[in-house]
């Protein structure tokens, strides 16, 4: 479990994340959803330690981040960054493998090696192994770094939380690929582990988030279970377009339709 | 899936390696204006060893003429091509893991010419600062002071293009053209107080030149380069953890502060002491690993020892042809991997100028 405490965070003077306090649970998808700017990714870079918020405390698992060791959290959080930039010509398999690095002292044993593949499965790239990373179209690309994020926390130590923050794990992808990403991330959760998206696309945040968040000018604009967030009004206010819920007779879900 | 089975690939890859820089280091013990014969050395090694082996002809020369060629010469010289071949080739591969792109040469972008401005304001003005030095400092203050040129080089390059753990190319490399322009200028200036002899000795110093290896020059220069040698391969995994990005690598355990500031001292060391000896001698630290990972692909945990051994064959063989080509006479080997290297820089930026190099 992950427990954020009044996190405030400013750039240049300006306030970014303004009181933050929330709480990731074990075994369910969060998701954040927000206008651009409104803070989502730099909340996540905070999750990932990669920043330092000026007041408020993470804590991860009864210890706040400064308390947990690098070798260690990094066997039981894995982060997906926007984007990855890797211009070197790794095999698919190897960049994978890269995700077991925490594991091992140097070289990889058999069991990472089992990992990396059933990974690569889940993804359902398990032909492009010895593929040339650089030759992959951009979302493919995606896919093997989540992959690779999968692999550093396949599996955790029994009673020990692992923690998954994805940034946009659907940016680039397909249809179909945008449901295998989330279908995913909800199997993580269902192994008990903490996942935190953010996703620009409220029907998909819908459909696989337990508890959505949307943020707004760094500041929690609603929290709830997604019926409850998804309310025209709340969306018209923060996104600045025109919103209703649309029901489909069949299966009795509710869709939000937009319009500027 | 192979990978056993490739890794056994690039083992043997790596034992490949090992075995032509062997014959490479034979050949070029035995070449030279004079030839000295495989035989001939095992029986002047067993000679000195005290095992008589019987009678060897030496003829027209004497054994100890042969014997002071092999030690006074050949051998220094055939020790320093090696050491500085994989000094350059390793620092190269460090740099290219550390910047996340395959362009950044220690001579490209300037950690050889800071290291050059280090090296020559010592070489002129030093011998007043010399006599205040502990004399067992004498061999090591060239190299001590090519290494804070060199550091002090790789600082600003490297404070200047990594911008939130992204390499800017273009500052990078413009970086190196500043720092290289600084150096040339500096030289010239150092050119224009020293008298004939010195001069042609700067010359040829600064255009790359193993003719100075000596048994004093090389354990000079050893230190430096032996000891990052010894520690690069120690990062290997987190120089694969880097390629990925900085904050990538964190997020993977490891420690990116401590992993950057090794590589960019033990580069620089590396880089410095070849210099100190040897000058510029460019674009090994481009070409080898480029090799290398077309062969064995970009993990550093083979790229790192195959860089090595390649770097050490490959200048073996540079300086073989940089002597025989116009023997007696020889070419500054420098401009040997300049005449190689260049065009093969060039074919780099041709068949890479689609791709961006974030």
């Known amino acids: 479990m992950l427990i954020t405490e009044h996190i405030t965070f400013s750039r240049n003077g300006r306030k970014i994340l303004d009181n933050l306090s929330l709480t990731l649970e074990g075994g369910r998808v969060t998701v954040m959803v927000g206008p651009n700017g409104a803070g989502k990714s730099t909340f996540l870079k905070i999750l990932a330690g990669e920043l330092t918020p000026d ?9 706040t981040l400064e308390d947990w060791p690098l070798a260690e959290i990094s066997k039981v959080r894995g982060v997906l960054p926007q984007e990855s930039l890797l211009s070197f010509p790794f095999k698919v398999n190897e960049v994978i493998l890269l995700g077991r690095t925490p594991h091992h002292r140097g070289l990889e044993s058999p069991a990472d090696y089992r990992i990396a593949r059933k990974a690569l499965e889940l993804v359902n790239l398990s032909d492009f192994g010895d593929r040339e990373y650089t030759t992959l179209s951009g979302g493919e690309k995606q896919l093997v770094q989540t992959a690779r994020v999968l692999a550093q926390v396949w599996e955790t130590p029994a009673g020990a939380a692992s923690l998954l923050l994805l940034d946009e794990p659907t940016a680039g992808l397909d249809l179909c690929h945008r449901f295998v990403a989330l279908r995913i991330a909800r199997d993580f959760a269902e192994k008990g582990t903490a996942v935190f998206a953010i996703l620009h696309d409220l029907n998909l945040a819908a459909s696989y988030a337990d508890h959505v968040i949307i943020l707004c000018r760094g500041k929690i604009a609603a929290t709830g279970s997604p019926d409850d967030v998804f309310q025209p009004k709340i969306i018209e206010e923060v996104f600045q377009v025109k919103a209703k ?16 | 899936m192979s990978g056993a089975a490739k890794n056994t690939r690039k083992r043997l890859f790596l034992t490949g390696l090992a075995v032509l820089l062997v014959v ?8 030279g204006p004079v030839k000295i014969e495989f035989g001939q050395i095992i029986a002047l090694a067993g000679s000195r060893l005290g095992s008589n082996a019987g009678a060897v002809d030496y003829a027209p020369f004497t054994e100890e003429t042969l014997w002071s060629i092999l030690w006074a010469v050949r051998l220094p010289r055939t020790l320093l091509a090696i050491l500085v071949g994989a000094a350059l080739a390793v620092a190269g591969a460090g740099m290219q893991g550390l910047f996340r792109n395959p362009l950044a040469d220690p001579s490209l972008i300037g950690v050889s010419a800071g290291a050059a401005m280090g090296a020559v304001a010592v070489m002129v003005i030093g011998e007043n600062i010399l006599v205040l030095l502990p004399g067992w400092l004498d061999p090591l203050a060239v190299p001590l002071a090519a290494f804070f040129g060199g550091i002090g080089a790789t600082l600003l390059v490297y404070h200047l293009s990594k911008v939130e753990g992204r390499t800017l190319v273009a500052t990078m490399l413009l970086t190196g053209i500043a720092v290289n322009a600084l150096a040339a200028a500096f030289i010239g200036l150092m050119m224009n107080v020293s008298d004939n002899r010195e001069l042609r000795d700067f010359v040829f110093w600064s255009l790359g030149r193993l003719s100075d290896a000596s048994w004093k020059n090389l354990g000079a220069i050893a230190p430096f380069v032996l000891v990052p040698l010894a520690v690069y391969p120690f990062y290997a995994r987190a120089l694969n953890a880097f390629l990925l990005g900085e904050s990538e690598a964190r997020h993977l355990g490891i420690d990116t502060q401590r992993t950057k500031m090794t590589i960019i001292f033990l580069c620089a060391a590396m880089v410095s002491a070849t210099v100190a000896i040897c000058g510029i001698i460019g674009f090994v630290g481009l070409v080898v690993p480029h090799l290398v990972r077309l062969m064995v692909g970009p993990d550093h945990r083979y790229l790192l020892p195959a860089s090595a051994l390649l770097g050490g064959a490959l200048l073996l063989a ?18 040997v991997t300049a005449l190689l290297g260049a065009p093969f820089f060039l074919s780099l930026l041709y068949f890479s100028r689609h791709r961006v190099w974030a």
């Not at chain 2, 490479?24 to 070449?31: D, F, M, P, Q, R």
């Not at chain 2, 540079?318 to 420098?334: K, Q, T």
């Open chain 1, 55 to 63: 007041s408020g405390q993470v804590t991860f698992d009864g210890r």
């Open chain 2, 318 to 335: 540079a300086d073989l042809l940089a002597r025989m080509v116009n023997a007696p006479a020889e070419l500054p080997i420098g401009v």
């Open chain 1, 245 to 260: 819920l649309l029901r489909d007779q069949d299966s009795g879900t509710s869709y939000i339709v937009t319009q500027s």
């Open chain 2, 24 to 31: 490479l280091a034979l050949l070029s013990i035995c070449l």
